[in-house]
């Protein structure tokens, strides 16, 4: 049987049934790509309140409005279930779950592991699957492929179809969404990469089909080691300039006015996301056992995860030309989500600040307007309610995560001192005796 023609004319229909496994910040909007070019679509996730919220109508997911969910379920062409065994009446699986990084710096691959084997017992002859999880190069092929066919009973390309296509998300923006940014597919073989290609083609704007799986998986990889280098330089040079004596914010515009050979980052406390501070270890891990040293990963790793404790020490310093202790002064931290008007609070530099201050002695609070309260390893705070109290009380204000919501003018106004680690207050903080800046 001719499964490749017979695919492609499903999607081309949009009588394929689609399925998405894992719906969190990258599955939950491809579900909803997916169900709003036509396809009906099943979001599978072993979460049962994020299921009973779909089910209700409501997000959970800031860039997907309950309105979206609504329209969608209503319509039937949304449905959310925690049984895997839904697969076996599917046309295609995307798989979208996390790849976190455990405590020693080695991929945790967990819950890539456990999704294979919950599809290897329902993965038929006809299915195409993408895997989407962020990893090393050779994932699709040495552990998805192999656990699939690892009965024989599929081949891949004529049976089968697999494909690796990076996720390419970026939550709270809006100008690039997942329709409209550029999809990157990878397949094992030809057949595969035209199935799924044709698939993804149907919903997003445009599709960037490339040689091999390995190929997609390594694209990924050098966007975020692009990034997560370039970010590592300019927290050095932030770190040089305050040994200098010379402002990083003002250098940063100076060379921004170079119309090439220029592209502007800027520093920070510290990385966060659930991709820029981990993908390029991943790689890292991968080469370690292919006896090389990725010598820029490295460096750049250890210049970013130093810049919390580097902020502290800033802070502590400014604290101290106040004639005020780190130890029993109260501190108030803006923002913990890892980027500004998100909810976010995956690996977010915001957690090792606060950890570090209350180390030292400091009475730490926290003000959040998308992240009411912090439930991470033993950290336990809520956001502060009376947040012009709060601002007025506190002996530093620590900005670490610049929200637009926040009026910078009159935080600097009431604030007895703030330490600035994103120049959210821009010129009139540069100007201004109470503010410090990273």
């Given at each position: 049987?001719?499964?490749?023609?017979?695919?492609?004319?499903?999607?081309?229909?949009?009588?394929?049934?689609?399925?998405?496994?894992?719906?969190?910040?990258?599955?939950?909007?491809?579900?909803?790509?997916?169900?709003?070019?036509?396809?009906?679509?099943?979001?599978?996730?072993?979460?049962?309140?994020?299921?009973?919220?779909?089910?209700?109508?409501?997000?959970?997911?800031?860039?997907?409005?309950?309105?979206?969910?609504?329209?969608?379920?209503?319509?039937?062409?949304?449905?959310?279930?925690?049984?895997?065994?839904?697969?076996?009446?599917?046309?295609?699986?995307?798989?979208?779950?996390?790849?976190?990084?455990?405590?020693?710096?080695?991929?945790?691959?967990?819950?890539?592991?456990?999704?294979?084997?919950?599809?290897?017992?329902?993965?038929?002859?006809?299915?195409?699957?993408?895997?989407?999880?962020?990893?090393?190069?050779?994932?699709?092929?040495?552990?998805?492929?192999?656990?699939?066919?690892?009965?024989?009973?599929?081949?891949?390309?004529?049976?089968?179809?697999?494909?690796?296509?990076?996720?390419?998300?970026?939550?709270?923006?809006?100008?690039?969404?997942?329709?409209?940014?550029?999809?990157?597919?990878?397949?094992?073989?030809?057949?595969?990469?035209?199935?799924?290609?044709?698939?993804?083609?149907?919903?997003?704007?445009?599709?960037?089909?490339?040689?091999?799986?390995?190929?997609?998986?390594?694209?990924?990889?050098?966007?975020?080691?692009?990034?997560?280098?370039?970010?590592?330089?300019?927290?050095?040079?932030?770190?040089?300039?305050?040994?200098?004596?010379?402002?990083?914010?003002?250098?940063?515009?100076?060379?921004?006015?170079?119309?090439?050979?220029?592209?502007?980052?800027?520093?920070?406390?510290?990385?966060?996301?659930?991709?820029?501070?981990?993908?390029?270890?991943?790689?890292?891990?991968?080469?370690?056992?292919?006896?090389?040293?990725?010598?820029?990963?490295?460096?750049?790793?250890?210049?970013?995860?130093?810049?919390?404790?580097?902020?502290?020490?800033?802070?502590?310093?400014?604290?101290?030309?106040?004639?005020?202790?780190?130890?029993?002064?109260?501190?108030?931290?803006?923002?913990?989500?890892?980027?500004?008007?998100?909810?976010?609070?995956?690996?977010?530099?915001?957690?090792?600040?606060?950890?570090?201050?209350?180390?030292?002695?400091?009475?730490?609070?926290?003000?959040?307007?998308?992240?009411?309260?912090?439930?991470h390893d033993e950290l336990r705070m809520q956001s502060v309610a009376d947040f012009d109290k709060a601002v007025k009380e506190a002996d530093c204000v620590v900005i670490v995560t610049n929200h637009s919501l926040y009026d910078y003018t009159s935080i600097m106004r009431d604030?007895?001192?703030?330490?600035?680690?994103?120049?959210?207050?821009?010129?009139?903080?540069?100007?201004?005796?109470?503010?410090?800046?990273?």
């Amino acid at each position: 049987m001719n499964y490749v023609k017979e695919l492609v004319t499903k999607f081309e229909n949009k009588s394929a049934r689609i399925g998405v496994l894992g719906l969190g910040y990258v599955g939950l909007p491809l579900a909803v790509v997916f169900a709003q070019a036509g396809f009906e679509v099943t979001g599978i996730d072993p979460i049962e309140s994020k299921i009973k919220s779909l089910e209700q109508g409501k997000s959970y997911v800031l860039d997907v409005p309950d309105e979206t969910i609504q329209i969608l379920t209503s319509t039937g062409k949304l449905k959310a279930t925690s049984d895997f065994a839904v697969l076996k009446d599917l046309d295609a699986v995307s798989i979208c779950v996390p790849t976190p990084l455990r405590k020693t710096g080695d991929p945790d691959l967990s819950f890539i592991f456990s999704v294979a084997d919950s599809l290897k017992k329902y993965v038929h002859p006809g299915m195409a699957v993408v895997l989407e999880s962020t990893t090393y190069p050779g994932t699709t092929r040495e552990l998805i492929l192999s656990k699939l066919t690892e009965d024989n009973t599929l081949k891949v390309g004529e049976d089968l179809f697999l494909a690796f296509s990076p996720e390419r998300v970026d939550p709270g923006r809006i100008d690039y969404t997942t329709r409209n940014t550029p999809k990157v597919i990878g397949g094992i073989t030809p057949a595969c990469l035209e199935v799924t290609s044709s698939w993804y083609g149907q919903a997003l704007e445009k599709v960037i089909p490339v040689s091999s799986a390995e190929v997609a998986e390594m694209a990924k990889l050098l966007e975020n080691t692009f990034r997560m280098i370039n970010i590592g330089l300019v927290n050095e040079m932030a770190i040089m300039c305050d040994r200098l004596g010379v402002d990083i914010w003002e250098v940063i515009e100076a060379a921004s006015t170079k119309p090439f050979g220029f592209m502007k980052f800027q520093p920070g406390p510290g990385l966060g996301g659930h991709c820029i501070p981990i993908d390029p270890l991943y790689l890292s891990w991968k080469l370690k056992t292919l006896n090389y040293s990725t010598r820029f990963i490295n460096l750049a790793s250890e210049i970013n995860t130093g810049m919390p404790r580097f902020t502290v020490t800033k802070i502590q310093d400014a604290l101290n030309t106040h004639k005020k202790p780190i130890n029993g002064s109260k501190i108030l931290v803006l923002g913990v989500a890892y980027k500004p008007d998100i909810d976010d609070l995956r690996e977010s530099p915001a957690l090792d600040i606060i950890h570090l201050l209350q180390e030292k002695g400091a009475q730490v609070q926290y003000h959040d307007p998308f992240i009411p309260s912090i439930n991470h390893d033993e950290l336990r705070m809520q956001s502060v309610a009376d947040f012009d109290k709060a601002v007025k009380e506190a002996d530093c204000v620590v900005i670490v995560t610049n929200h637009s919501l926040y009026d910078y003018t009159s935080i600097m106004r009431d604030a007895k001192l703030v330490f600035d680690a994103r120049n959210a207050t821009g010129d009139a903080g540069k100007d201004n005796p109470k503010v410090v800046k990273l």
